[in-house]
C-alpha cells in the first residue's frame, strides 16, 4: 500500500484509529483496577508479589482472545455444546475473568448465566431444574457466574438450606455432572483461591469506591465474618465433587491480571480445536438509484453534541 498516496493514508489512519478504539475497553477496565489501587495506596503496597509487566499483560491477553475466536468458530462449526463454572468467593475475580472471555465473541455463541435467587416457584422445583434451561445447545459455550455450586457454599453457610439438603446435593451433582459429560457437553469448573487479606483489601476498595459500592451486598459483608465457615464448605465440596470426568481447577486469583491469564489460557487447552477455513469476503458495490434522495432527518432528532 502506498502510504503517500493522499487516499491510502486516510484508510491506513482509519484501521489505525479502529485497532486502537477496539483495545480502549480492555485499557479502561486496566485503568480501573489501578484507580482502585490508588484510593488506598498504602494497602495495595501491602500485597505481595512483582506487577505483572502491563505490556507483557496486554500482549498476552490479546494473544489469548484471538485464541477464543478461533475456539469459538470451531464450538460453533462442531456444533460442541461447553458450559464452564466459575465459582470462589467473594471479590475473588471471577467477573474479571469472564468479562475478558466473552469481550470479542460473538454474544449469540457465548453467553453468561448468572441467575439471581430462586423465586418461591423455583424452591419447590427440582434443585437443578433451573440451571437446566440455560444449558447450551449445539454450536454455544455458557459460562455460569456462580452455578449450582450455591447449594454448597452460600446456601449451606448462610442457613437457606437444611444439612440434609447439601447431603442430598453431593449425592446428586456427581450424577448430574455425568450426565451432562455423557450426552456430549463439555464441563470445565474453575474456583477462584484468593487469601484472606487479599479479599479484605478488595472489600475495602469497594466500599470507598462509589463505582464499585454496588458490588458490596449485604451478603458479601457477612461472608466476611464468616471466612472460615466458608472455607470449611469450599474443602468439603472439593473433596466430594472432584470427579474424574468433570474435575476442579483451581486458579490462583490474588493477582488478577496473572489469574486472567491463566485461566483463559488453561480454559483453551481443554477442547481440542483447529482453524475454521473461511470463504473470502469481496464486499459488493452499492446499489444506486438516481430516483432516490435521502431524507433528511429533523435536527430536534439528533442527540445533543455535548463533546
Not at 484510593?39 to 501491602?46: C, H, I, R, V, Y
Not at 490479546?62 to 469459538?72: A, D, F, K, N
Request: charged fraction near 30%.
Amino acid at each position: 500500500m502506498d502510504d503517500h498516496n493522499p487516499t491510502n493514508a486516510a484508510s491506513v489512519d482509519a484501521i489505525r484509529r479502529e485497532l486502537l478504539d477496539s483495545l480502549d475497553e480492555e485499557l479502561e477496565m486496566e485503568l480501573e483496577d489501578e484507580r482502585l489501587d490508588h484510593l488506598d495506596p498504602a494497602a495495595a503496597s501491602d500485597r505481595d508479589g512483582a506487577e505483572l509487566d502491563r505490556r507483557l499483560y496486554f500482549r498476552e491477553l490479546l494473544r489469548l482472545q484471538h485464541e477464543l475466536v478461533r475456539l469459538q468458530d470451531w464450538v460453533q462449526t462442531q456444533k460442541l455444546r461447553v458450559v464452564v463454572v466459575f465459582e470462589g468467593r467473594d471479590s475473588a475475580g471471577k467477573g474479571g475473568v469472564i468479562k475478558r472471555i466473552t469481550q470479542r465473541l460473538n454474544p449469540r455463541v457465548c453467553r453468561v448465566a448468572a441467575l439471581p435467587a430462586p423465586s418461591e416457584r423455583e424452591r419447590t422445583q427440582w434443585y437443578f431444574q433451573r440451571y437446566v434451561s440455560h444449558l447450551p445447545a449445539g454450536g454455544e459455550i455458557v459460562l455460569f457466574d456462580r452455578s449450582w455450586y450455591n447449594r454448597a457454599g452460600v446456601e449451606r453457610v448462610m442457613g437457606f438450606c437444611t444439612e440434609a439438603d447439601v447431603e442430598e446435593f453431593f449425592r446428586s451433582v456427581p450424577e448430574f455432572e455425568r450426565m451432562l459429560v455423557r450426552s456430549g457437553i463439555v464441563l470445565v469448573k474453575y474456583w477462584f483461591s484468593i487469601t484472606d487479606a487479599e479479599q479484605a483489601f478488595r472489600f475495602r476498595m469497594r466500599i470507598d469506591d462509589p463505582l464499585k459500592q454496588w458490588k458490596l451486598s449485604p451478603m458479601d459483608v457477612e461472608s466476611r465474618r464468616r471466612w472460615e465457615d466458608y472455607t470449611r464448605a469450599k474443602e468439603d465440596m472439593l473433596a466430594r465433587t472432584h470427579i474424574p470426568e468433570a474435575p476442579w481447577w483451581v486458579v490462583a486469583a490474588d493477582d488478577k491480571k496473572r489469574a486472567r491469564l491463566n485461566c483463559i489460557g488453561h480454559f483453551l487447552t481443554q477442547i481440542p480445536y483447529a482453524e475454521v477455513p473461511r470463504p473470502a469476503v469481496h464486499l459488493p458495490d452499492r446499489v444506486r438509484h438516481a430516483d432516490y434522495e435521502r431524507a433528511p432527518i429533523p435536527p430536534g432528532m439528533y442527540v445533543p453534541a455535548i463533546y
